[in-house]
Every structure is written in C-alpha cells, then in structure tokens.
C-alpha cells in the first residue's frame, strides 16, 4: 500500500506547475526554453500534443489533446495530459479502458454535480482522472500519470 500511495499522491509542488503549465505554453517556446535552462531538461511543455515520453502503457480517451505536459526524470516522472471528450460520462470508458489495461481503480467518485475522478494503480504508475466541464460548455479529462522507478 505504501507504493500505491506513493504513485497516486503527487507533490503539491509537481501538481502546481503541472497546473500553471497551460497557462505558460501560451507564451510559445521561448518558456520551453528557459524552463529546460532551470531544469536541465527535465520538464517538457508539449503543449497541445502528448509529451513526446508520456507512457503507451496508459490509454488515453479519444479526443483532441488541448495539453500536455511532463516533469521528472528516470526516476521519477509526472505527465499531465488534457483531453477533450463527448460527455460528462466519459470517465465509464475511462476506467473501462485502464482496468482492460491491466490497471487497479483504487478510488472514484463525483467531485461535484459536474465532474467525476478515478485513481488507477498499475505498477510503476498511478493515475488520476478528473473529467470535468470546460467554460465552453464542453467536457475535459485530465490525466496525472505518475512514474516512480521500481525499487525507488
């Protein structure tokens, strides 16, 4: 259980700039590139595509990617990816297709009258899925992926 937890409760600190990340992008590469100064490459602001090293192990609902983002290294590594989806029902074939994936729901429920939440476990991963309504009256998934390196 300790290892479960660990993958599923994500620093605050990695969570917010995950967070603030969209708002950044906007700016255009030139945040990308002094991010990577900062970090020494070790976040990648994709932007509006999947990061280039975000794990193929993890199903992703169909839709437009509208951000993606990761920060870590090789070992220890948080991807966040939203996803534009039909409905505000998407998050059944959400966790239809982690649990066909081999993946464990560890908790869900609705946030509100307007979002509902998963959290998925599949070693070394966790995952945390919020789909929610968007301002223009559309609906979203977010994805948190966690990666910690096996005997971390």
């Known amino acids: 259980m300790p290892s479960t937890r660990k993958r599923i409760l994500v620093p605050a600190a990695i969570v917010l700039s995950l967070t603030l990340a969209p708002m950044l992008t906007a700016c255009g590469n030139p945040i990308q590139g002094l991010v990577n100064q900062v970090t020494g490459g070790g976040v990648d602001l ?61 908790a869900s429920g609705d946030a509100s009258n307007e979002s509902t939440t998963g959290a998925f476990s599949k070693d070394p991963y966790g995952v945390i899925v919020v789909v929610t309504s968007d301002d223009k009256g559309g609906f979203v998934a977010n994805y948190t992926v966690t990666y910690t390196k096996p005997g971390s």
């Open 46 to 106: 994709g932007g509006a595509s999947l990061p280039k090293d975000f794990p193929k192990e993890v199903p992703l609902a169909s839709g437009s990617v509208i951000f993606g983002a990761g920060l870590g290294n090789d070992d220890g590594k948080v991807w966040n990816v939203t996803i534009k989806v039909s409905d505000g029902k998407a998050m059944d074939g959400i966790a239809k297709q982690l649990t066909d994936a081999g993946f464990e729901s560890v």
